[in-house]
């Protein structure tokens, strides 16, 4: 009687959730007619919509700007294609951000065939929102997003941006449509995993945790979950692109990830709907294509090598895991080992850091560093430069002798792109993308310098100084050859197109 009572309901909920499914889908018909309408678009039947899962589309950053010249090669190559961008900027407008995209990467988007969803829910994504279990918190929140952006506007092509693979299976489920994604790094790789197993302290485990065999034991436990379950949605899409070489050897280990022990779990109900509605591991993607992002190489590649300031320069957006903190600590260890570099003199250096500030939590952070840099006593020698526009970010470009980046694993490193084409020598943390794709050397000859440690960076930096200069020249004409013919605009279309998206809009 009472597993009577548990299938009457179950089926009771599931024909209920079937029912808002096709509702859903029949009022889509109503929702394109609107946006064509809104759009001024004629003979709207002809047209093709490809939806950009993107919530924070006016953040101004790298990953913004793949998104961004992704769209303006659409709106050149396909008029009839409609791009749509689910945005939770609800503070901005079309005009505002269309207008900031010019302002921040000199990328023209045309209106005509542009279109924003503003999500009311992005507080759900946020890293305030779940201070604890972040990834889990973050992820189920992605997942209303997604039911959010549907219910607006369901496209024929969902594309996600920013790296929500959890919004996939719900987009799968409640538009029936193909489904690609750029992934600019994993939500989760199996180094996170090592690290806790390890026991050592990050960005990502906290020193409370690194310090506690059971509670180190119960992280390894949600991870293997948390794995299991990421793996499960980027199985979903149709077409995965990724920004490097580091970011595809972990999404391709991850899409052939297996637990057998959960396998045999997903067997039991109701986990086995689960394993019914997913797509055969079969038809899913066996490996990622890389997509090296784009970077407007032109205005950067005209600037002058001689003359440079004696300026360290970082570009990075204020976000926890650029690290910043471990710049000021870097530039502090110069000026410790090698005081000529400090005062208002000839020989002295100056840190310059620009960066976007999205919410509180990054003015704060920038706050916390002002602080940092006073207590170091090199607050005077420290240029911050908040939400510059693009002009002022080739301003300094034009000017600096020397490119900054310290983030550990950075997955690509599209700021050290931007510093090798303007002719600046990058010191980039010997990892990720800067170590595998971008400082590599050109003919047999250093492009850049890695390093792992504020001595390190120090050294590195001490290096470029006292080049000699036809040494130095040199080394600035071969990193400016180098990204521009790897990270040009042109390799970044034909890389994209590549991914055969135009067979799933249009096949």
């Not at 507080?123 to 929102?129: G, M, R, T, Y």
């Not at 039911?147 to 024929?156: F, G, Q, R, V």
């Not at 180190?216 to 499960?232: C, I, P, V």
């Not at 637990?259 to 109900?269: G, K, N, R």
Request: aromatic share 10%; with cysteine.
């Amino acid at each position: 009687m009472a597993w009577a009572l548990v299938s009457f309901l179950a089926a009771l909920v599931c024909a209920q959730a079937i029912g808002r499914i096709l509702g859903l889908r029949r009022r889509n018909v109503e929702q394109k007619i609107k946006l064509f309408a809104t759009l001024d678009v004629d003979n709207g039947a002809s047209k093709k919509i490809i939806g950009f899962f993107h919530p924070y589309c006016n953040a101004g950053g790298g990953g913004e700007r793949v998104l961004w010249a992704a769209i303006a090669a659409l709106q050149r190559k396909e008029p009839d294609v409609i791009s749509v961008v689910y945005s939770g900027d609800v503070d901005a407008t079309k005009e505002k951000i269309i207008d900031k995209v010019k302002a921040r990467f000199d990328i023209e988007l045309s209106p005509r065939t542009l279109h924003f969803v503003f999500l009311q829910s992005r507080h759900l994504v946020e890293d305030s929102a779940w201070p604890r279990f972040t990834l889990l918190g973050q992820s189920i929140g992605s997942m209303y997003l997604a039911w959010e952006a549907m219910s607006y506007l369901i496209p024929d092509l969902f594309i996600d941006t920013m790296g929500y693979a959890f919004t996939f299976p719900v987009v799968s489920l409640l538009g029936n449509i193909p489904i690609g994604a750029y992934v600019h790094y994993p939500t989760i790789s199996t180094t996170m995993l090592s690290r806790v197993k390890a026991r050592t302290q990050g960005h990502t485990n906290s020193e409370a945790i690194s310090s506690s065999a059971l509670l180190s034991q119960g992280k390894l436990l949600y991870y293997r979950l948390f794995m299991y379950y990421y793996a499960y949605s980027l199985r979903q899409a149709r077409f995965l692109m990724v920004n490097s070489s580091w970011t595809k050897s972990h999404i391709d280990s991850i899409l052939q990830h297996e637990d057998t022990l959960l396998d045999l779990i997903h067997l039991l109900p109701p986990l086995l709907v689960l394993k019914l509605l997913s797509r055969k591991r079969s038809k899913s993607p066996k490996a990622a294509q890389i997509v090296y992002p784009s970077c407007d190489t032109r205005q950067m590649a005209v600037f002058p090598l001689e003359r440079r300031e004696r300026v360290i320069l970082s570009i990075a957006q204020f976000r926890p895991e650029k690290d910043h903190a471990a710049q000021l600590h870097a530039f502090h260890k110069l000026l410790e080992l090698y005081p000529e570099y400090r005062g208002s003199g000839r020989s002295s250096v100056k840190l310059v850091l620009v960066g976007g500030s999205r919410n509180v939590e990054d003015a704060t952070r920038v706050e916390d560093l002002h602080i940092l840099a006073r207590e170091l006593g090199i607050r005077d020698q420290v240029q911050f430069v908040v939400n510059a526009s693009y002009a002022e970010v080739l301003n300094w470009l034009s000017r600096a002798s020397i490119g900054l980046s310290t983030m550990v694993d950075e997955h690509f490193g599209i700021n050290v792109v931007e510093f090798m084409a303007a002719g600046v020598i990058p010191v980039a943390h010997a990892s990720g993308g800067p170590l595998l794709d971008i400082i590599v050397p050109l003919n047999g000859e250093p492009t850049g310098y890695h390093a792992t440690s504020p001595e390190t960076f120090a050294e590195a930096f001490r290096t470029v100084l006292t080049l000699p200069k036809e040494a130095d020249l040199a080394m600035r004409q071969r990193a400016r050859t180098w990204a521009v013919q790897k990270f040009s605009t042109e390799e970044f279309e034909k890389a994209w197109d590549a991914s055969g998206w135009r067979n799933w809009l249009f096949g």
